[in-house]
């Protein structure tokens, strides 16, 4: 009759422990393996099967299997052996690296790597590097954050992102920003090979550029359809006369919101509102581009319509703007506003690492 090994019974806890365990990256990979030996004996799987999946030997699944039942997480450790003490105090030298990273670092560098926190402290770097890795840090990895300084940064936010959700009944909602320095660029393209024998778009190192332009675009909310000005230099009035076009392009008398940035340009034509009592703007708080739907349209056309490009004149860079806007509004449709959800790979906790 076969023999049928005993089955581990994992509580709860235990099982959320071990999944965290089975999918660590900074863990011991040998804690790794033991978490997987007994997630697997637990779902019913034998001891020649989990050494077949594991690639390990029965023996050994059948001996963190037993330590498991007899003493759950904590049998899934080594027990101390006799040897050779350890060099480095687990406790003082963690303390030590995690200390030696908030100070400044060695002259001539601008952060500290594994190499210059093992030269300070004297320990390998092997050692600082495995130290690191368990505390989940590293050191050449970069993330940026933003420190809202806009005292009515939740006012202005709340404001915009009502219109996108919810804009008013018989009113026109624009989103309305510049794309400053826009490049009319002469140069060469078509397609290479390359060493791996595929086929990509090759630009010609050497270009020439005819001068720039600044766009002025308004995109309408509920159609995603856009308006486009191009002129020479970034200028109230410019902004002003593509402003007073929308207005007259738009149904007389309808309620408009436009949603521009904080730009001089910008707030102060308080007398051009003046003349046009049915239009509000609606200023973003400070280094919030990513609340102007106008920006992502700017994105599509440096994507679809500059990128590659090659024009020999200003003339030619208006006119292929001109194309662009009459090809997308064809086939516009709105922009869904929504929220990206947060993933583990993003700073948490910014104000305290921003003090740090």
Not at 54 to 73: C, E, M
Not at 148 to 177: C, H, K, M, W
Not at 195 to 208: D, H, K, N
Request: hydrophobic residues 35%.
């Amino acid at each position: 009759m076969t023999r049928v090994a005993e089955r581990p019974v994992c509580s709860k806890d235990d099982l959320e422990t071990l999944e965290v365990w089975s999918r660590s990256q900074i863990l011991d990979y040998r804690l790794v393996q033991r978490a997987r030996l007994v997630l697997l004996s637990s779902s019913g799987l034998q001891d020649a099967e989990i050494a077949k999946e594991l690639d390990l030997d029965k023996n050994t699944v059948a001996t963190w299997r037993k330590r498991y039942i007899s003493s759950g997480i904590d049998g899934l450790y080594d027990f101390p052996r006799p040897g050779k003490p350890p060099i480095y105090e687990p406790d003082s030298t963690r303390k030590a690296v995690l200390e030696i990273i908030s100070k400044p670092p060695p002259l001539g560098q601008n952060a500290w790597d594994g190499k210059s926190v093992a030269k300070e402290l004297g320990i390998s770097a092997d050692k600082a590097w495995q130290i690191l890795r368990q505390e989940g840090i590293s050191l050449k990895r970069q993330r940026s954050w933003c420190v809202r300084t806009d005292p009515q940064f939740a006012a202005r936010v709340t404001d915009i992102i009502g219109l996108y959700l919810e804009p008013p009944q018989n009113a026109l909602v624009l989103s309305v920003d510049e794309k400053p320095n826009v490049q009319a660029i002469e140069r060469f393209s078509g397609y290479v090979y390359t060493s791996s024998s595929t086929i990509v778009q090759g630009l010609q190192s050497v270009s020439t550029c005819h001068g720039t332009l600044n766009l002025i675009s308004a995109i309408e909310i509920a159609a995603r359809a856009g308006k486009s000005s191009a002129a020479d230099k970034k200028r109230r009035i410019d902004f002003l006369e593509f402003m007073s076009q929308a207005v007259e392009d738009s149904t007389s008398g309808l309620e408009i919101h436009a949603v521009t940035d904080n730009s001089c340009i910008n707030k102060k034509s308080d007398s051009w509102l003046t003349e046009h009592p049915n239009v509000t703007f609606h200023i973003s708080p400070t280094s919030d581009s990513w609340l102007s739907l106008a920006a992502l349209f700017f994105g599509i056309f440096t994507r679809k319509g500059l990128n590659g490009a090659n024009f020999k004149s200003q003339a030619d860079l208006v006119s292929a703007i001109k194309k662009f806007i009459e090809v997308y509004n064809d086939n516009a449709r709105p922009f869904v506003w929504r929220k990206r959800a947060v993933n583990g790979s993003q700073p948490r906790n910014n104000m305290k690492s921003l003090q740090n």
